[in-house]
C-alpha cells in the first residue's frame, strides 16, 4: 500500500556542556543547558503515514528488525502528542531508524532518536495540513515535538551550538524549544573536534526520568540551577571571546557537578569508573605540561568526551593513542566533532 505521507530526517545527537540536569511540568527544564551538536552521531529515521479510521497505529523498526519495546514507547510518544497534534490519530505509522553509533557508548540515541522523529512528524504536520511554516519556525516546532520526547532531544534540531531554556538577556530563548546560540563563537569554537573514550559499553544503570526526578529532593538542587545559569552566562561570554582557559574551566566543572548530583542522589549514580578518573587526570597533566587546548566533559555515564579545537587535533590524537586508549575498554574511542546540524533526505534509498 503507498503511504499518504513519507519523509526521511537524519538528525545528530549533541553533547551538553551546561547539563540539563532537573525538569518541572511538561518536560521544562530546571535551568537553561548549552550543547555542542554532533557531526558523526546521528540517527536516520524513515517515516511513513497510513489514513486510517481506527486510531493511532505504530510499527517500529530499529536497525531493520521490528522492535517491540521502542516501538510501545514511540506509540506512548505519539499519544502524548494528541493534544499538540490530533490529527495523529487518524493515522496509522510505520517508523523505521537507525544509528550511526554503537549502543550505550556514551552517545545520547534519545537526543538523535527523539530529534529525528520530532523532524518527520512536523514535516507531516507542516505537508500534509498544508500549514506553510517558515523555516525558522519549523525548527522551533520541531525542537518543541523533540523536547515533549526527550528534553536533551530539542537542541538537537540545530547545528554548532544551541541553548535550551530562559536565559537572562537573550529574549529568544524559551523553556519550551531550544535555539541556536545566541552569540557568535570565537574561530576556535567554529571547527572543534570530540574524542569519545569509550570506559566501559554495559549499559547504564540509571534511566534519566529517574536522575531528573532525584533532583526534585536533592539538598543542593536550588544552588545547582542558579550555578547552571551563571556558568552558562559565563561561558557564552568565554565562547565569544575566544577564552579556552575560562572555556575547559566551566565545562570540566558542569560534568564533574553533574556526576556529584548523580553520586549523592542514589547509589545507583556512581556511573564513573576507574578509567574514568584515570582519563581525567591524563588529561588535566598533559594540558598544564603542554598548554594543548583541550578539556573533558562527560554525559551521565563513564566515558569520557574529549574536546578540543580542530587545530590541536594532531597532539590531542598523538596524546589519545600514546595515553589514553590504555584505559579504554578495548582501546576503544569514537572520533566526532561539531556538526552542521539535522537534514531532511531522500526517502528513495531507504
Ligand atoms: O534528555 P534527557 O531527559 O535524557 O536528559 C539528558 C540529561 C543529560 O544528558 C545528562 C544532560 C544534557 O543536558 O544533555
Known amino acids: 500500500m503507498k503511504p499518504d505521507f513519507e519523509v526521511a530526517w537524519r538528525s545528530p545527537s549533541n553533547i551538553a556542556l551546561v547539563k540539563y540536569w532537573g525538569k518541572h511540568g511538561v518536560q521544562l527544564p530546571n535551568n537553561a543547558s548549552l550543547s555542542m551538536t554532533l557531526k558523526n552521531a546521528h540517527t536516520v529515521t524513515s517515516f511513513k503515514a497510513y489514513h486510517l479510521q481506527s486510531g493511532l497505529q505504530v510499527k517500529y523498526l ?8 521502542f516501538e510501545s514507547r514511540i506509540k506512548l510518544y505519539l499519544e502524548s502528542l494528541l493534544k499538540e497534534m490530533p490529527f495523529l490519530e487518524e493515522y496509522a505509522f510505520e517508523i523505521s531508524s537507525e544509528n550511526s553509533f554503537p549502543h550505550s557508548t556514551g552517545i545520547a540515541s534519545s537526543a538523535s532518536s527523539m530529534s529525528a522523529l520530532a523532524l518527520c512528524l512536523v514535516s507531516f504536520e507542516n505537508v500534509f495540513l498544508n500549514k506553510n511554516f517558515y523555516v525558522d519556525f519549523f525548527a522551533e516546532r520541531a525542537s518543541q515535538i523533540a523536547r515533549l520526547g526527550s528534553g536533551s532531544a530539542s537542541r538537537s534540531i540545530y547545528g554548532m551550538w544551541s541553548t535550551w531554556g530562559e536565559i537572562d538577556g537573550f529574549p529568544e530563548t524559551s523553556d519550551r524549544y531550544a535555539s541556536p546560540i545566541g552569540i557568535k563563537p570565537a574561530p576556535m569554537f ?30 543542593f538542587s536550588k544552588a545547582r540551577y542558579e550555578q547552571a545559569n551563571e556558568n552558562l552566562q559565563a561561558l557564552l561570554f568565554a565562547m565569544q571571546v575566544g577564552d579556552f582557559e575560562t572555556f575547559a574551566s566551566i565545562v570540566e566543572n558542569e560534568a564533574l557537578t553533574l556526576h556529584s548530583l548523580l553520586m549523592t542522589s542514589s547509589d545507583d549514580g556512581l556511573l564513573l569508573k576507574p578509567g574514568s578518573l584515570q582519563i581525567i587526570d591524563a588529561i588535566r597533566k598533559f ?45 576503544t574511542w569514537i572520533n566526532d ?10 526517502t528513495k534509498n531507504l
Do not use: W
Request: glycine letters at 8%; a neutral charge.
Open 190 to 219: 567554529q571547527k572543534m573536534g570530540d574524542a569519545v573514550l569509550i570506559v566501559s559499553s554495559a549499559p547504564k544503570k540509571v534511566s534519566s526520568t529517574m536522575g531528573h526526578s532525584l533532583m526534585n529532593v536533592h539538598p
Open 62 to 69: 530499529f536497525e531493520k528488525k521490528h522492535h517491540p519495546e
Open 287 to 331: 594540558r598544564s605540561q603542554t598548554n594543548v587546548k583541550l578539556c573533558f566533559t562527560l554525559d551521565a555515564g563513564p566515558n569520557v568526551h574529549l574536546l578540543y579545537p580542530e587545530s590541536e587535533k594532531q597532539k590531542v590524537h598523538g596524546f589519545i593513542h600514546d595515553e589514553l586508549l590504555q584505559f579504554c575498554e578495548n582501546r
Open 337 to 346: 566533532g561539531i556538526g552542521d546540524g539535522s537534514q531532511q533526505i531522500s
